[in-house]
């Protein structure tokens, strides 16, 4: 996206954009959230995910689309939280510490977030998709095939199954693996 004429940019951004906007839309409208907020948050996390590409800070470790929807998840989680705040008739100083806790919650689940990664990433590219997809962001087989490109459900329900049991014999073969996801629980 970087190496390309500003066109090309362009288009890439396009292309991100329209291949993932109903996805993160969808995501804010049905956790109680509406259109326009949706929309709003779309853009800001556009915006975020060009400013770490271009920092660098992106690095391509994990698929477009999982980096931007943990984006727009943390700008929504965070906007429910100022909303929740300025509606709230108590937001008196006593709200601070509670403000400072759920931003250290929000820091020590990103830490998770990225420890998991780490071990899924010790399966493979397309385990890690696939589980992602399927466990995390709880994407239909029928979503599934057509993101990942397998070629029906059946393909991928056993992929995600080879995938799982690869998991879980890692695991078993390497405990150390499960201290870690556990020191952040």
């Not at 890439?12 to 948050?41: F, P």
């Not at 029928?142 to 490109?149: D, P, R």
Request: with cysteine.
């Amino acid at each position: 996206m970087l190496k390309g004429t500003t066109l090309e940019r362009n288009d890439a951004l396009q292309h991100i954009y329209e291949k993932n906007r109903e996805r993160i839309v969808t995501m804010v409208v049905s956790n109680s959230g509406n259109t326009a907020q949706a929309k709003d948050i779309f853009q800001e996390t556009i915006i975020v995910f060009y400013e770490n590409v271009t920092q660098g800070i992106f690095k391509g470790e994990s698929a477009i689309s999982t980096y931007l929807y943990s984006i727009a998840r943390f700008k929504w989680l965070n906007q429910i939280k100022k909303d929740t705040v300025r509606t709230d008739h108590h937001t008196k100083a006593s709200n601070i510490p509670h403000i400072e806790e759920s931003a250290l919650g929000m820091f020590v689940e990103s830490e998770k977030q990225a420890k998991v990664l780490e071990v899924l990433a010790l399966l493979g590219d397309s385990c890690k998709k696939l589980l992602i997809a399927s466990i995390y962001h709880n994407q239909s087989m029928k979503e599934i095939v057509a993101e990942l490109n397998y070629g029906n459900e059946q393909v991928a329900r056993n992929k995600k199954f080879k995938c799982i049991k690869s998991l879980k014999e890692l695991i078993a073969a390497r405990p150390n693996l499960l201290k870690i996801l556990k020191a952040h629980d």
